[in-house]
């Protein structure tokens, strides 16, 4: 068995790529695992939190401007730009003895609901500073005599690995499935009023029908804008 004088478990990111062919957003995380027990390695069921650390990097003006509606002005960020979760994710590693590389799925969205994804629509380059954080069980064999027992314990709590993912990379795994294009979601009766606004106008498509709203709501009064959304 181990005790409190065994190596601990370290993690790094080799690298992170944009899955073209997956069903959905997906970036993959080259994950390299070293263990020092010396033990054999039977599998580890590994659960991980990805978060986002936004004040680890600079911002230019544009991408400030990006951000106030997550962080507020520049002058707030001192309170405001704090790590949030970006996604939580898990995998299976197969068995080894010393050091191996896994492949972590990490799924993506491009909901505007989601916070992580209007933190990065709202990047131009450059590179954004991500912390995954490890935890699971670890399920070790030959710890017996003749080498037949089996031993379980846990990832430790401290186990962590940082990346700098690119802002490209990122743009890359959703132009695969949203090319030139993003979603939003809306309510029943919204979608609604937009379908109507569309028929009654003629318009042909929905670009079309949210550009001209954009383009009328700048002169219109506030009647003019709630008979619009009605």
């Known amino acids: 068995m181990t ?101 972590l799925a990490l799924p993506c969205t491009y ?15 450059g590179t954004v500073p991500v912390s995954l954080l490890f935890s699971g069980t670890v399920f070790t064999k030959g710890t017996g005599d003749g080498g037949s027992g089996f031993g379980v314990r846990q990832v430790p709590w401290d186990c962590e690995a940082r990346y700098e993912l690119p802002v490209a990379v990122w743009r890359q795994v959703i132009d695969f499935h949203f090319p030139r294009s993003g979603w939003i979601r ?3 009766d919204v979608l609604s009023s937009f379908a109507e606004f569309r028929e009654r106008h003629g318009l042909i498509s929905w670009d079309e029908t949210v550009r001209t709203l954009l383009a009328g709501a700048a002169g219109a009064d506030a009647d003019e804008l709630d008979e619009v959304v009605r």
Request: charge should be negative; charged fraction near 25%.
């Open 111 to 125: 909901d505007f609901d989601v916070v992580g994804s209007r933190y990065l629509h709202a990047l131009g380059a």
């Open 3 to 103: 005790g409190p004088d065994t190596p601990e478990l370290a993690f790094s990111v080799r690298d992170v790529v944009a899955e073209p062919y997956s069903a959905a957003p997906q970036l993959t995380a080259r994950v390299r695992i070293e263990d020092g027990s010396g033990e054999r390695i039977h599998a580890i069921v590994l659960r991980c939190q990805v978060r986002i650390e936004p004040q680890r990097r600079p911002y230019d003006q544009a991408e400030q401007e990006g951000l106030r509606g997550l962080f507020g002005g520049r002058e707030r960020w001192s309170d405001t730009l704090r790590p949030f979760l970006w996604m939580q994710c898990n995998t299976t590693v197969q068995g080894f003895t010393g050091t191996t590389e896994v492949d």
């Open 186 to 188: 809306l309510e029943h």
